[in-house]
T-cell receptor, first 112, second 110 residues
Framework: DAGITQSPRYKITETGRQVTLMCHQTWSHSYMFWYRQDLGHGLRLIYYSAAADITDKGEVPDGYVVSRSKTENFPLTLESATRSQTSVYFC???????????FGSGTRLTVV | DQQVKQNSPSLSVQEGRISILNCDYTNSMFDYFLWYKKYPAEGPTFLISISSIKDKNEDGRFTVFLNKSAKHLSLHIVPSQPGDSAVYFCAASGGQNFVFGPGTRLSVLP
């Protein structure tokens, strides 16, 4: 199916564990993004990528790692999860310029 | 410091009336603006956009107004419907990534 998909939808993990959130898009959009949504903060940019093998930090990158070996995939890894990383994570993509972003359905991550 | 502000965390409106959601920005380089709507357990979806060369853009029940001198934009929904109940995000761009506001939760009461 065409679109942008995130997996898993829900994840519970323990403090200190590594966890990877997956994002896959089928449009061959150049740009992909990871946001976290927290009450009172809205959507905050974690990392973004302008193309395969090109990534850059957003507003809140600490504790996260990304990679983009293929255009269609943009995984987000929490190297050592902390409770403050409990959040809803959204992946988005766009062809660039002033084209709006298309968002995935989100991953709700709980760190206990 | 937030570059895009939505100072009303929530808004309640009666069905059939007008909903007005406000957004302020601080970066004068922003020249393109978007509104997104988000339902619970779903990703945000694009609603309407406006370029800085315009001061109004209309799409059905949704109209966005831009006041560049005041660095202010607003989203009008007329008439409001219960299905419009959602969180609305304002986003702004100056040619790079879009910066999102914190959102306003709209509740349309039947």
């Amino acid at each position: 199916d065409a679109g942008i998909t995130q997996s898993p939808r829900y994840k519970i993990t323990e403090t200190g564990r590594q966890v990877t959130l997956m994002c896959h898009q089928t449009w061959s959009h150049s740009y992909m993004f990871w946001y976290r949504q927290d009450l009172g903060h809205g959507l905050r940019l974690i990392y973004y990528s302008a193309a395969a093998d090109i990534t850059d930090k957003g507003e809140v990158p600490d504790g996260y790692v990304v990679s983009r070996s293929k255009t269609e995939n943009f995984p987000l890894t929490l190297e050592s999860a902390t409770r403050s990383q409990t959040s809803v994570y959204f992946c988005a993509s766009t062809r660039g310029g002033n084209y709006g972003y298309t968002f995935g359905s989100g991953t709700r991550l709980t760190v206990v | 410091d937030q570059q895009v502000k939505q100072n009303s965390p929530s808004l309640s409106v009666q069905e059939g009336r007008i909903s007005i959601l406000n957004c302020d920005y601080t970066n004068s380089m922003f020249d393109y603006f978007l509104w997104y709507k988000k339902y619970p357990a779903e990703g945000p979806t694009f609603l309407i956009s406006i370029s800085s060369i315009k001061d109004k853009n209309e799409d059905g029940r949704f109209t966005v107004f831009l006041n560049k001198s005041a660095k202010h934009l607003s989203l009008h929904i007329v008439p409001s419907q219960p299905g419009d109940s959602a969180v609305y995000f304002c986003a702004a761009s100056g040619g790079q990534n879009f910066v999102f506001g914190p959102g306003t939760r709209l509740s349309v009461l039947p």
